[in-house]
C-alpha cells in the first residue's frame, strides 16, 4: 500500500511535465490582405511576399555608409526584405486590381497575390480591369503563369509610353543586360491578353474612369504611371516604385536604384509626388513599403516621414 501510494505521488509531480508536447512553431504569417474603405470603394491590400533587397548593392546616388545609417536610424539592418504589394479596388460596380505581384518569375518567396486575394473573399475571374503601374517583373508577373491569363476576364490596361518601351525589341538590344529578362518577362505577361483581345493600352494620361485617373510618373519605367482614386472626395494614391526603401528615401528622396531607367526622371518625379500626397494629405498605397503599405506621408524638421494608416477591425 506504501508503495501504491509512492507510485501515485511520482505520477502527480511527472504528469505536469508529460501532459502537453511542445507546440510546434507555425513559421508563418496570417493571410496577406488588409482592407480599408475610401469613400464609397472598398481598398484590399494584397501581398506576393517579401523578397531579400540588396540595399548595398542597388542603391544609388548615396553612399552606402549613408544607406546603412538611415536604416540603423529605423532600427533596420541588412539584409533587408523588402515586401511586393497590389492594391484591389471595389468600386461597387467593378474589381480593379493595380499591379499583381511577381507570379512564378521569383520564386517561393512570392507567388501569393491568387492565394491572398481568395482568402479575402474574391475570385480571379471576378476582376474585370488590370491597372499596371509598370511592366517590372514584380508588378506585371502575377497577370501571367505557364502563358496562360491569371485573370481571364479582365482587360488589361497600362501606358502606351511603358508598353512601346518593353514591348519593343531595339529597346531591349539598347538597355544593360541585367534587364534583358524584363523584357522577356513584361512581352510573356502581356501575351494572353493581347490574344485574347483584353489588352487596352491608354495614349493618354488623365481620367480613365470615374474615379481612377492614372498620372504620369516617369523615371523608374519611361512610362510607369501612378493612379488617382477618388470617392466622395476622399483620395488614394497608387504609386507603384516612387519609393523603394522607406527608411533611405524618405529622409533622401534623391536616392535612386540602378533599375531606375532615367536616375534623374525618377529623382523629379518622386519629389512631385511626395509633395502631391503630403500637400494634399492623400493615402498613398506602395508597392514596396511595409505590408499592406498604406499610409500618410508628412514632412518633419525638413524630412519626409512615413505615417502607417491606423488599424481597424472593421473597414
Same mark, same amino acid.
Given at each position: 500500500?506504501?508503495?501504491?501510494?509512492?507510485?501515485?505521488? +511520482?505520477?502527480?509531480?511527472?504528469?505536469?511535465?508529460?501532459?502537453?508536447?511542445?507546440?510546434?512553431?507555425? /513559421?508563418?504569417?496570417?493571410?496577406?490582405?488588409?482592407?480599408?474603405?475610401?469613400?464609397?470603394?472598398?481598398?484590399?491590400?494584397?501581398?506576393?511576399?517579401?523578397?531579400?533587397?540588396?540595399?548595398?548593392?542597388?542603391?544609388?546616388?548615396?553612399?552606402? @555608409? @549613408?544607406?546603412? /545609417?538611415?536604416?540603423? *536610424?529605423?532600427?533596420?539592418?541588412?539584409?533587408?526584405?523588402?515586401?511586393?504589394? +497590389?492594391?484591389?479596388?471595389?468600386?461597387?460596380? /467593378?474589381?480593379?486590381?493595380? *499591379?499583381?505581384?511577381?507570379?512564378?518569375?521569383?520564386?517561393?518567396?512570392?507567388?501569393?497575390?491568387?492565394?491572398?486575394?481568395?482568402?479575402?473573399?474574391?475570385?480571379?475571374?471576378?476582376?474585370?480591369?488590370?491597372?499596371?503601374?509598370?511592366?517590372?517583373?514584380?508588378?506585371?508577373?502575377?497577370?501571367?503563369?505557364?502563358?496562360?491569363?491569371?485573370?481571364?476576364?479582365?482587360?488589361?490596361? #497600362?501606358?502606351?509610353?511603358?508598353?512601346?518601351?518593353?514591348?519593343?525589341? +531595339?529597346?531591349?538590344?539598347?538597355?544593360?543586360?541585367?534587364?534583358?529578362?524584363?523584357? *522577356?518577362?513584361?512581352?510573356?505577361?502581356?501575351?494572353?491578353?493581347?490574344?485574347?483581345?483584353?489588352?487596352?493600352?491608354?495614349?493618354?494620361?488623365?481620367?480613365?474612369?470615374?474615379?481612377?485617373?492614372?498620372?504620369? +510618373?516617369?523615371?523608374?519605367?519611361?512610362?510607369?504611371?501612378?493612379? #488617382?482614386?477618388?470617392?466622395?472626395?476622399?483620395?488614394?494614391?497608387?504609386?507603384?516604385?516612387?519609393?523603394?526603401?522607406?527608411?533611405?528615401?524618405?529622409?533622401?528622396?534623391?536616392?535612386?536604384?540602378?533599375?531606375?531607367?532615367?536616375?534623374?526622371?525618377?529623382?523629379?518625379?518622386?519629389?512631385?509626388?511626395?509633395?502631391?500626397?503630403? @500637400?494634399?494629405?492623400?493615402?498613398?498605397?506602395?508597392?514596396?513599403?511595409?505590408?499592406?503599405?498604406?499610409?500618410?506621408?508628412?514632412?518633419?524638421?525638413?524630412?519626409?516621414?512615413?505615417?502607417?494608416?491606423?488599424?481597424?477591425?472593421?473597414?
Amino acid at each position: 500500500m506504501k508503495l501504491l501510494k509512492q507510485l501515485l505521488l +511520482a505520477c502527480a509531480l511527472v504528469s505536469p511535465f508529460i501532459a502537453h508536447a511542445a507546440a510546434p512553431m507555425a /513559421k508563418s504569417q496570417a493571410p496577406g490582405y488588409y482592407r480599408t474603405a475610401l469613400g464609397d470603394f472598398e481598398i484590399t491590400a494584397l501581398s506576393d511576399g517579401t523578397h531579400p533587397f540588396p540595399v548595398d548593392t542597388v542603391m544609388t546616388n548615396i553612399t552606402p @555608409q @549613408q544607406a546603412l /545609417k538611415d536604416l540603423e *536610424d529605423v532600427d533596420l539592418k541588412l539584409p533587408l526584405q523588402g515586401s511586393i504589394n +497590389a492594391f484591389l479596388i471595389n468600386t461597387g460596380t /467593378k474589381l480593379i486590381l493595380i *499591379d499583381s505581384g511577381a507570379g512564378e518569375l521569383y520564386g517561393d518567396c512570392c507567388g501569393k497575390l491568387v492565394s491572398r486575394l481568395r482568402a479575402a473573399g474574391y475570385q480571379p475571374e471576378q476582376v474585370d480591369e488590370i491597372y499596371i503601374t509598370h511592366l517590372h517583373k514584380d508588378h506585371a508577373g502575377g497577370i501571367m503563369s505557364q502563358g496562360a491569363a491569371v485573370f481571364p476576364n479582365a482587360v488589361l490596361r #497600362l501606358s502606351q509610353a511603358e508598353a512601346d518601351y518593353w514591348l519593343t525589341p +531595339a529597346n531591349k538590344a539598347k538597355a544593360p543586360a541585367f534587364l534583358s529578362t524584363f523584357f *522577356d518577362a513584361a512581352q510573356a505577361a502581356v501575351a494572353p491578353y493581347q490574344a485574347a483581345g483584353h489588352y487596352q493600352p491608354y495614349q493618354d494620361f488623365g481620367q480613365l474612369e470615374p474615379g481612377v485617373e492614372a498620372l504620369p +510618373a516617369p523615371g523608374h519605367t519611361p512610362g510607369h504611371a501612378a493612379y #488617382l482614386i477618388t470617392s466622395k472626395s476622399q483620395q488614394l494614391l497608387v504609386w507603384g516604385d516612387i519609393v523603394h526603401v522607406a527608411g533611405i528615401q524618405f529622409p533622401h528622396p534623391s536616392a535612386t536604384v540602378k533599375y531606375d531607367s532615367s536616375e534623374a526622371n525618377a529623382q523629379t518625379t518622386r519629389a512631385r509626388l511626395l509633395q502631391l500626397a503630403t @500637400q494634399k494629405h492623400l493615402t498613398v498605397a506602395a508597392a514596396h513599403i511595409a505590408f499592406p503599405g498604406l499610409g500618410h506621408i508628412r514632412q518633419h524638421q525638413g524630412e519626409y516621414e512615413w505615417l502607417p494608416i491606423n488599424y481597424d477591425e472593421v473597414p
